[in-house]
Structure formats: C-alpha cells, structure tokens
C-alpha cells in the first residue's frame, strides 16, 4: 500500500499516450488540497477532463467555438482552432474552469483603472500570440499584451479572508515589462484597492516599486496588495534569484501566519525554495476576498506583459511533496517552442518591398517618410530616393529571433517600429521597449494572399495602411484605423525583392 507521499510521486510520474496518468489537479487533490480553480489553453488539468479549455471567437462573423483536449487528459486540440480562425483574427473570449466550479476567466471590466477597450474593460488576447507544443502536440498559451485581463469576480471555493491556499502558474520567463502587474491568483472582488492584505497573486517580472529579487530580475513575487514581496517584508531578498528559464513554473501558498514562494525551470529540474516564513508585518491576517485574476493586478493594473499557460488554486495549503509531484508532472508535459511564423518565408539579410494588395492601392508601397511610415505610390521609374525610401533589409527580430524587424534601406540603424500603434522609422535606443516594438511576425495573409506582419508584443494588431498612413491595427477595434471594413485587405502584404 503506497504512503501518500509515494502515492502522490507516482500519480506524478506514470506515463500514458495523453501526457501523464494523473493532472496537476489530480495530484493536488490526492495530496488533501483539491484545485477549486483550474485554467489552461494548453491541456487539460485533470486526467479525466475532456471539456472545453477556452472559447475563442473570430472577427469575420462574431461566431464562437470552444477549444476541447484531444482526448481526455491531453493536450488542447489546436487544429479545431486553426479551422475555425483561418483567414481571419480570434481572440480569447474565455477561459474555462476545469474544476467544475465554474471559475471561469472572461474579459476584466474597469476598476480602478480603465482598460482601453469599449467601456473601459480590458482586451482579450490574441488566440495565435503564444504557440508552444507539449510532447510535440501543438497548443497555444494566453498572450498578454498591455492593457490586457481576465477575472472572475464572483467566484466559488476560493480562499476568502485569512483562508489556507495555494497556486501554481507556468509562465514564459522571456516575456515581461516592468509595469503593474502580470499576475495570476486571489484579488478583490470590487476591482479596486480595498487595502493591504486582500490580495494573494502570482507576479511575474521586473517591477521593483515596493520589492525585488536579486540582480536585475525578471523575479517571481506574491502581490499582497500595495506590495510586491519575496521576503518577510518589502524590499530586497536575495534569495529570491532572477529567472531566465524560456518556461517558468512558479508556485506560491499561503496559510494563517505563513506563506511561501517557490519556482523552476516549467522544462526539467525540481522545484526551488525562494521564501518560506512568515507574513510580511500589516499582512497578517489576510483578508484575501476570493476573485480571480490574470495578466492584472486586483485594481485593474493593466499596465503588465506576460504569458501564462496553464494554473490552478487550491483549498488548502499543500505540502512541498505535493508541489513537487505537480512540478514533475509539468516537466512531463514537455512544454517547447515552436514557430513564430507562417506564409511566405523571408531571408534574413535580404532586400525586400512591401506591396499594398487592397484593390484600387496595388501601385502603393510601404514607405518612409522622414519617420513616419506610410504608403506611396513607386514603381522602377521613380527617383532612386523614393526607391531607397520603399525598401527595407529584413533582420533577425530584435527581441525574438523566430521573428523579424525591418531596417530601412535608406537609414542604416533605423527600424520600423509601432508607437502608440503608429508605425514609424527610428534609430534603435537599445531599450527593451524598442527592441519590442521593432520586432514583426509574419504569417499567410489573411485576404488569401501575400503576407500579414503582426506586432511580436501586441500579436492582435498587424501592418495595415488606412489612409494611406501606416499602422499596428486591430480587426474591428476601438481606434479608427481598426475598422473591420477592407481590414483583411489593408493587412495583406505582397512581399518581393526591394527595390534597390
């Protein structure tokens, strides 16, 4: 007869022809601390779940579909989404709670601060931003840009006051801003800063206002509320170790008194102790209020960047036995990347030019003016200016290699980029934010033919000329050059040698 702690290794480790026997929730809830919360566009979370894992909708007619595993236990079926979006954009409308409680993540609305869509309320995702693949089979993860979160405020078995739980998240450790706050777990209920204390989320990155890890970061931390901590107290705690894993498996749990962090390569390894003590002084008690929150913080922060796969919360403050066993089954699932790209393949090192495709604007190409981008009419007979201005040398993406940025032909060091969603050309700062901005994915045009280039950070929006300026555009979005009219058209590109 196996010890529990034997029972719960071996839940963890026997592999079957989905992933593994048993999911993070069977694990958690053979350890005494069942998932009251469990979310994945990835996989499913419980060896017998076969339901839906999110709901996608498409911008060409507003239809919706559910994204279901494979089989029982497997990994999300990404083809049925492939179908389904084809020559159009979806987004994540919702993700679903695999507990059966029904904690389902939708659309954050506004708190104390607004989101930038209609009404004040955040955006979805984009449902291709983050392909990955698990045990090879393709899936896609949860993008999220600025301005974008998900909640749940009214919620069912979720830790309320000074309550025992626990939670666990695989991250991309590559993606991250320094903003407030990228965070996964227990917020307040009315979306706004009710105090210190109510809080007990996740945070994933650099932002070092109230704490900070070691060196210079991207860190795991628990947002408290009012505080981000990886200690006892605010500040600096050493032991708390910047992260460059691709896949991050972050853990954190919190009782009467006590709370702990810990973390780990998502990809191999066990999981590491970065804090376990107790509550920083004014946080305890707790006064956790039980919503639920993703890519946020409890305020409706929206500000963050940062992936997020698969996580759960649980009634209860596991053991390190169990926590270990769910890190087992995580490297299990062979979280990996895959391409960032499809269509037309481009060369780095190569001259290229960028042809509208919108009937009535096939003479025009994608040009620099000074700084601003747009389209102009050129062709052979055009002055060598002009040509050099409609040409650009295709690069190794400045912040993710599987993508591409565009140096203009006639400004060595200059690169397209978007800014407030304007696409300009400009000398690169070496910043973070510029190495972002200037790097594009390309995909199969979505009217059918060419190429459409989506923002690497913002993968919703893609080049579009509307009025013949250059933008990172939306389909059918908030700003006037999102308009769903002609925007297939507008964002399909047909690429060939440049001009010069």
């Known amino acids: 007869m196996f010890s529990r702690r034997s029972r719960q290794c071996a839940l963890g480790l026997i592999a079957s022809s989905s992933l593994v026997a048993a999911g993070p929730c069977d694990i958690y809830s053979s350890g005494g601390t069942p998932c009251v919360a469990a979310h994945s566009t990835t996989r499913a979370l419980y060896s017998s779940f076969s339901g839906a894992l999110y709901q996608v909708q498409r911008a060409s007619d507003g239809a919706r579909t559910t994204i279901s595993p494979r089989s029982a236990g497997g990994v999300a079926n990404a083809a049925t989404q492939d179908a389904f979006c084809a020559n159009t954009t979806c987004l994540i409308t919702i993700i679903y709670d695999q507990s059966g409680r029904g904690n389902h993540l939708t659309q954050a609305p506004p708190g104390g601060f607004r989101g930038p869509e209609s009404n004040g309320y955040d955006n979805l995702a984009s449902a291709i931003g983050a392909p990955v693949t698990l045990n090879g089979q ?7 840009s600025p301005g974008t979160g998900y909640r749940n405020d009214a919620t069912s078995g979720i830790a309320t006051g000074d309550g025992s739980e626990g939670m666990y998240a695989v ?134 960047q940062g992936t997020f796969y698969e ?15 769910v890190q087992a089954d995580i490297v299990a699932a062979r979280y990996a990347t895959t391409s960032l790209t499809s269509g037309p393949a481009l060369t780095v090192g190569s001259s290229i030019k960028l042809q509208a495709t919108t009937p009535g604007y096939t003479t025009r190409y994608l040009a620099r003016t000074g700084s601003t981008v747009g389209t102009q009419v050129v062709s052979s007979s ?26 203009s032909a006639d400004a060595a060091g200059s690169y397209i980029r978007h800014y407030d969603f304007a696409l300009q050309v400009a000398a690169s700062d070496g910043s973070k934010q510029f190495r972002e901005d200037a790097t594009f994915c390309p995909q199969a045009g979505l009217s059918g033919q060419g190429t459409s280039i ?16 250059g933008y990172v555009a939306s389909n059918g979005g908030v700003q006037t050059f999102d308009a769903a009219s002609s925007f297939n058209d507008d964002v399909s590109w047909l690429i060939s040698t440049g001009f010069v």
Not at 138 to 144: D, P, S
Not at 315 to 325: I, K, L, Q, V
Not at 382 to 387: H, I
Not at 454 to 469: E, I, K, L
């Open 138 to 144: 393709k899936a896609y993860g949860v993008f999220v």
């Open 171 to 304: 991250l991309d450790g590559t993606h991250y801003n320094d903003a407030c706050c990228f965070d996964y777990g227990n917020a307040e209920t009315n979306n706004l800063d009710t105090g210190d204390a109510h809080m007990e989320a996740i945070y994933y990155g650099t932002c070092a206002v109230w704490g900070r890890g070691s060196d210079n970061g991207p860190w795991l931390m628990a947002d408290l509320e009012n505080g981000l901590f990886s200690g006892s107290g605010a500040g600096l705690n050493r032991a708390d170790p910047s992260i460059s894993y691709r896949f991050v498996t972050a853990a954190l749990k919190g009782r009467p008194s006590q709370w702990a962090m810990r973390g780990a390569n998502a990809a191999s390894g066990s999981l590491s102790t970065y804090y376990s003590g107790a509550r920083p002084s004014g946080y305890n008690p707790m006064h956790e209020e039980g919503a639920i929150i993703l890519g946020i913080g409890g305020d409706n922060s929206n500000g963050a």
């Open 311 to 325: 996580g759960a919360m649980t009634s209860g403050y596991p053991s390190d036995a169990t926590e270990n066993s």
């Open 382 to 407: 055009s002055s060598a200016a002009l040509r050099r201005q409609a040409t650009w040398l295709v690069r190794a993406g400045l912040s993710n290699g599987a993508c591409f940025s565009f140096e």
């Open 454 to 469: 989506r923002a690497w950070g913002y993968p919703t929006r893609y080049f579009r000329h509307y009025s013949n300026v």
